[in-house]
């Protein structure tokens, strides 16, 4: 963030070993600051060190009688008269799967179980077609495992668009192979030539993609949308600030599932385009101002492993379920696998971390929520003083060290 009347950058960072320890200790000589490649004079340092579980729990847990469901221990009374941390806990109810939600909740509730904070706050938001508050902002982890489990949540991540979006796949793999490939020319049917139905099945084709592009184009832009108004509303609290962000993914080209599955059936006709629809902009707006205010994301996949990967959550298959070519599988793979791109550049831009490939969410949550415990905080004036606009690149290191460094990539050099 750009203070106007010093411009400082401010840059929080967390450094571990190659094992994931947190290294602390460090002072500001220890560390180097690059922008755009160019040495910056760090004139700001601060650190922070304080752990998320108590030992007061750890010793209930131990001393349990028999390991039977607990509810979680009383928070210590506060001992700051205002938080320091705040985390908002944002689960993405319109891209993500049900099937894959109870892994989420199970998660979720683990971390709240242990949870004890003196100096943090927690929200818990559903983030569908519209953001819908959960759990308003609270000091107390029970309260949010509370809402973890209540019906209302539940009922959220069932009326996700998810699996519209599975059955829209399903349907133009069924319409690809039954209508389109049986008229016309696909390269799983061989080189028979178009026949007369061809013109109607082409046109059939072309009407499903377009109104299944325009009606996901339109529900990813109030998804961003509302994605922005969180991170607005996050940076309004005088506090540090992460949303820890939980979803299956998404594209930023709408659309981009199903030009996959066609390109799988191999249509002779090459006339066919890409979408051209893309929400590359909206996305642009979210970093900006996330990095504007310093506000880090840290971005959960909650389809868990990676492994024939499908639109809903591998949910969805197109050749065993569906009838289609081997290819379709695979396109289908790769259509999943960029979805994780949107949430790999929330992170990375921001400062956070990108949690993936891993049937331990618990484990993505929990560093979340550490690494805003064991930080540091680097200031540097800029040596470019120009407000163009245009981004700026930081890269920090600690000198002499074979460390791992995490920070915000950079930073659009603008004047408010």
Known sequence: MIRENVRQVLVPVVVTDQKGHYITGLRASDFQVLEDGALQKIVGFGTTTEPSISSAADASNQTSDKDS?????????????????????????????????SRVRKALGKFFEQEQSVDSQ?????????????????????????AIQSKNFLNTILESEARGLARDAQQFTELMRDDYCKNCACESRGPAPDGPGCPGAKGRLLSFLLLSGERTSALNQNFLSGLSQLVKATASIPAQRTIVFISDGFNRNPGR?????????????????????????????????????????YTIDSRGLYAAASLDGNSFD????????????????????QNTDALFQLAHETGGLFFENSSDLFKGIHRAFADGRESYMLAYVPTNHTLDGKYRKIKVD???KRLLVNAKAGYWATSD
């Open 398 to 400: 600690v000198k002499g």
């Open 122 to 146: 927690y929200a818990l938001i559903a983030l569908g077609r519209e953001p819908k508050v959960i759990q308003d902002s609270t000091r107390d982890p029970g309260a949010v495992l509370a």
């Open 257 to 297: 599932e199903l030009y996959a599955i066609m390109d799988g059936f191999g249509p002779k006709d090459r006339s066919f385009q890409f979408n051209p629809r893309d929400n590359e902009d909206q996305l642009q707006s979210v970093l900006k101002l996330a990095v504007h205010y310093d506000v880090k994301f």
């Open 318 to 337: 197109a050749s065993s379920g569906g009838g289609g070519p081997e290819k379709v599988d695979l396109n289908v793979m790769s259509a999943a696998h």
């Open 69 to 101: 469901v607990r509810a979680p221990a009383p928070a210590p009374a506060a001992k700051v008269r205002t938080p320091r941390r705040t985390y908002l806990i944002c689960v993405d109810a319109l891209h993500s799967a049900f099937s894959n939600f």
